[in-house]
């Protein structure tokens, strides 16, 4: 998001796009003392124009300003850090019985986490309340001294659409719409709120931390009731017009499991022994190999990674896969497996949805 420090002119976007550039450098390297010089080298943009950018930067809060020691004729260096803990950032995996918490300072770097179970948080405005009590309770119990966070991801498995609107809830009807995202604005009045799909979140972190870094296109698969694709386009997320792109899941690449058992279920299942478990395990895999082809063709990927549970059962679906791939796919993506437990990856993802959010003109106005 451009920063504009300066009066709205015909040479805003010029000046809010060097001015982003930097603060990106500067957050890059949040706990590193920078010169004009160094700033300068590493964003491409001249030394005049980076000293101007680093003052409105400091008079606005967002840096911090330390005089090097003189090296000669001449006044000191300045140099220039980003203000990491002004705020802190949140990422929550909310599920109908528990919430996952990672605290992050504004760098990125975790701070705080903790996890709590409910009997119930099916009723968005109990998740609401339940999710502000454990981001306060923590940060008391951290000590981070920051107030509410900044920004928060809460990361949810039902598709969302750009707007933060619950699109399709397997929960039922009170998820749908903007009903939890209303709940914990009102819940967390001083923070900006995003809500984001779980197997998106967990692409995006693999994108960023984890297998996928570097790569310019893939198909992330996620074990939910079927497989849950996320498309990596051009070295981004790919959510689509309304954010339904592959459907969360909703395309019947694998026949459905009865009694409302999801494919990690039945990875768990397996791997504790359970050899009727392990059986349909098998039959499943073979079952789904040929829709998972179709519906990666449409994106001619690079890689497609088995993400959340299936990295655990690797072994077991890659071959099928790779061979359905060489069967109908002019270019056959190399699969490979998640390299992110799944509640690491998708709180990984949250962090980094909210780092890319983040708004300083909103926190700057509280």
Not at 22 to 44: C, N, Q, T, Y
Not at 128 to 147: G, K, M, N, S, Y
Not at 235 to 251: D, F, Q
């Given at each position: 998001?451009?920063?504009?420090?300066?009066?709205?002119?015909?040479?805003?976007?010029?000046?809010?796009?060097?001015?982003?550039?930097?603060?990106?450098?500067?957050?890059?390297?949040?706990?590193?003392?920078?010169?004009?010089?160094?700033?300068?080298?590493?964003?491409?943009?001249?030394?005049?124009?980076?000293?101007?950018?680093?003052?409105?930067?400091?008079?606005?809060?967002?840096?911090?300003?330390?005089?090097?020691?003189?090296?000669?004729?001449?006044?000191?260096?300045?140099?220039?850090?980003?203000?990491?803990?002004?705020?802190?950032?949140?990422?929550?995996?909310?599920t109908p019985s528990s919430v996952s918490l990672r605290i992050s300072d504004l760098s990125g770097r975790e701070m705080a986490?903790?996890?709590?179970?409910?009997?119930?948080?099916?009723?968005?405005?109990?998740?609401?309340?339940?999710?502000?009590?454990?981001?306060?309770?923590?940060?008391?119990?951290?000590?981070?001294?920051?107030?509410?966070?900044a920004v928060l991801t809460v990361s949810v498995p039902f598709l969302v659409d750009p707007g933060g609107s619950i699109l399709?809830?397997?929960?039922?009807?009170?998820?749908?719409?903007?009903?939890?995202?209303?709940?914990?604005?009102?819940?967390?009045?001083?923070?900006?709120?995003?809500?984001?799909?779980?197997?998106?979140?967990?692409?995006?972190?693999?994108?960023?931390?984890?297998?996928?870094?570097?790569?310019?296109?893939?198909?992330?698969?996620?074990?939910?009731?079927?497989?849950?694709?996320?498309?990596?386009?051009?070295?981004?997320?790919?959510?689509?017009?309304?954010?339904?792109?592959?459907?969360?899941?909703?395309?019947?690449?694998?026949?459905?499991?009865?009694?409302?058992?999801t494919l990690e279920d039945l990875v768990n299942q397996f791997e504790a022994g359970d050899a009727q478990a392990g059986e349909?395990?098998?039959?499943?895999?073979?079952?789904?190999?040929?829709?998972?082809?179709?519906?990666?063709?449409?994106?001619?990927?690079?890689?497609?990674?088995?993400?959340?549970?299936?990295?655990?059962?690797?072994?077991?679906?890659?071959?099928?896969?790779?061979?359905?791939?060489?069967?109908?796919?002019?270019?056959?993506?190399?699969?490979?497996?998640?390299?992110?437990?799944?509640?690491?990856?998708?709180?990984?993802?949250?962090?980094?949805?909210?780092?890319?959010?983040?708004?300083?003109?909103?926190?700057?106005?509280?």
């Open positions: 998001m451009l920063i504009d420090l300066e009066p709205r002119g015909s040479s805003t976007t010029v000046r809010a796009a060097n001015t982003q550039r930097v603060l990106d450098v500067l957050r890059s390297r949040a706990h590193e003392w920078l010169p004009v010089r160094a700033l300068s080298e590493i964003s491409g943009i001249s030394r005049p124009t980076v000293a101007r950018v680093c003052e409105a930067l400091v008079a606005a809060g967002w840096a911090s300003l330390a005089e090097g020691v003189s090296q000669g004729v001449g006044r000191p260096a300045r140099e220039y850090r980003f203000r990491s803990d002004l705020r802190s950032l949140a990422a929550v995996l909310l986490a903790a996890k709590r179970t409910a009997q119930t948080l099916s009723c968005p405005s109990a998740a609401a309340e339940f999710i502000a009590d454990l981001v306060r309770a923590t940060v008391r119990e951290h000590e981070v001294e920051t107030q509410d966070p399709s809830s397997q929960a039922g009807p009170a998820w749908e719409g903007h009903t939890l995202l209303q709940a914990l604005g009102e819940a967390l009045p001083l923070t900006q709120v995003i809500l984001a799909n779980n197997s998106r979140l967990a692409a995006e972190a693999e994108l960023n931390h984890g297998v996928l870094r570097g790569a310019d296109s893939a198909v992330y698969l996620y074990p939910g009731p079927g497989y849950e694709p996320s498309m990596i386009v051009h070295g981004s997320g790919y959510g689509g017009a309304h954010g339904a792109a592959g459907a969360g899941g909703l395309v019947p690449v694998i026949p459905r499991l009865e009694g409302g058992l349909r395990l098998s039959l499943l895999l073979e079952r789904s190999a040929t829709g998972v082809a179709l519906l990666v063709s449409a994106f001619d990927p690079q890689f497609v990674v088995l993400g959340g549970a299936l990295s655990r059962v690797f072994e077991e679906a890659e071959p099928g896969l790779v061979a359905a791939f060489r069967e109908i796919l002019r270019y056959p993506p190399m699969v490979i497996g998640g390299s992110l437990e799944r509640e690491q990856a998708i709180l990984l993802g949250g962090i980094d949805r909210a780092l890319a959010a983040m708004d300083l003109e909103h926190i700057a106005r509280h």
